[in-house]
């Protein structure tokens, strides 16, 4: 008989690295079942995800032990947690040093030439990794030629609507559709829930952002038939109620994708709840906000960035052209019963301190619902880390400096990277829960004001310095 080779995917669990209440959150589960829909014709797939059920470095090496694997995939989306990569190729080799380890997600795609050092990795996949998967797992049980790209070169998929859906029954899903990925804002509408990635790319290239990096300036889109037939599946099938749409940049995909996808989900009466949570604000316009409130939009999270116009111009380079107009667009968000959660970052090499203060106060002002305000962060390959490397401005000189979202690690003549850490979580709490907002951050977040009220202490608690 032909030997059947096993294929283990797994998500490594982030508090093997550290138990950070606002970093750690659970993965979209929908990635490692399309790996596996990919090829579970060759070979029998076991998905693994360490992370949503909080595994011990012991439970997850006695399911390495008890699947016995010949191949085993590990995805690690965040350089943050670039760590749990290591330890878990670790445990692998250490059950079996036979078990070829193939590594792929974001952190490989966007830190190749860290990764590489580690001995215990066999493959490493970059970029979208569905076709090199398929193509080098062939190769390694003898059916195929040696991937062409994915593993020295990064791997882009052109033609989206002709990926199989996710193999979701890999998985036990209903316990993932019935538990939100963390406490946050813009979290599902309802339970139970569906996270929904459907465009890849994004061509505006902001200096902070990886996106381009991992999925390149090109926009492409999945059918949007396609996708509403599965949002009806996933409803019959789980119970589904509401959906986050987590595209990069869902309005920015050509041939009126928006419109239509919106418009199908009208027309086949899907009656989700659904909140967008990466939208372009200048891109929203009547005809647009009409069909997302019409299609079940319940809130929408737009990138504004800065509230300093030489800040976005030159520096973010966002293109926003005009600030003033942001209100007006916020305005007519709510006016159709969605809410608008906005984005801003503080602390770029060469804003000044005073261009930090307008930001705030533009956040402030600005007529969203929630804000949120991010530290600038230095991610490795973007024009932003390479900006902050040639002025001298990181707090770390090491080539692959270890990134944590809630801390800056930038410094200026003006400001140190702990005052910019300090500020954004006090403006933050400050703003977000003033007396006359704070009701509706709750009702945003989903939660009651005393739970809310032991998040912002814990926010607190960790600016350890």
């Not at 193939?102 to 490493?124: E, M, P, R, S």
């Not at 080539?399 to 954004?424: G, M």
Request: with cysteine; hydrophobic share 40%; charged share 25%.
């Amino acid at each position: 008989m032909t030997k059947r080779y096993k294929l283990l995917l797994t998500y490594p669990n982030q508090r093997w690295q550290k138990d950070d209440t606002n970093t750690v959150w659970d993965m979209n589960p929908a990635t490692l079942c399309l790996l596996g829909a990919m090829v579970m014709d060759i070979v029998d797939v076991k998905i693994v995800d360490a992370q949503f059920h909080n595994m011990t470095r012991e439970t997850f090496a006695k399911e390495i032990e008890n699947f016995s694997p010949d191949f085993v995939g590990i995805s690690v989306m965040s350089s943050e947690y670039r760590d749990i990569l290591d330890i878990s190729a670790e445990i692998v080799k250490s059950i079996d040093k036979n078990i070829i380890v193939i590594a792929g997600g974001v952190h490989v795609t966007t830190n190749y030439n860290y990764v590489i050092k580690n001995k215990n990795i066999d493959y490493y996949v970059r970029g979208e990794g569905e076709y090199v998967l398929r193509q080098l797992i062939r190769y390694l049980i003898g059916q195929g030629d040696f991937p062409s790209e994915g593993l020295q070169n990064q791997a882009f998929i052109q033609d989206l609507s002709q990926l199989p859906w996710p193999a979701y029954y890999l998985t036990n899903f209903k316990a993932y559709v019935e538990r939100p990925p963390r406490p946050s804002s813009g979290g599902p509408p309802l339970l139970p829930y569906i996270r929904m990635t459907t465009t890849r790319g994004c061509p505006f290239g902001c200096s902070f952002c990886q996106v381009e990096i991992i999925s390149g300036k090109k926009v492409r889109s999945r059918n949007p038939e396609d996708v509403v037939d599965e949002l009806a599946f996933l409803k019959r099938e789980y119970g589904v109620r509401s959906v986050l749409f987590e595209d990069d940049n869902l309005l920015m995909a050509g041939g009126k994708y928006a419109q239509n996808l919106f418009s199908l989900m009208i027309e086949k009466s899907l009656d989700l709840k659904w909140v967008g949570n990466a939208f372009a604000l200048f891109l929203l316009n009547d005809k647009i906000l009409d069909l997302m409130r019409d299609s079940g939009c319940v809130g929408v999270n737009v990138a504004i960035e800065s509230g300093n116009e030489r800040v976005l111009r030159e520096i973010v380079k966002k293109p926003i052209k005009n600030l003033n107009k942001v209100p007006e667009i916020i305005e007519k968000i709510k006016s159709r019963g969605m809410f608008c959660i906005a984005n801003f970052v503080i602390g770029f090499p060469s804003e000044k301190w005073e261009e930090i203060r307008e930001t705030i106060h533009f956040a402030e002002h600005c007529g969203a619902d929630y804000i949120k305000l991010f530290v600038a962060v230095p991610l490795y390959g973007t024009e932003l880390y390479r900006i902050s490397r040639e002025m001298g401005t990181l707090v770390s000189n090491d080539e692959y400096p270890n990134i944590d979202w809630r801390y800056s690690q930038i410094n200026s003549d003006e400001w140190t990277a702990k005052d910019i850490s300090i500020l954004r979580a006090y403006e933050w709490d400050r703003i977000n829960f003033a007396p006359g907002r704070i009701k509706r951050t709750a009702e945003i977040w989903r939660m009651s004001i005393d739970e809310l009220s032991s998040i912002r202490k814990k926010t607190r608690d960790n600016l350890t310095f």
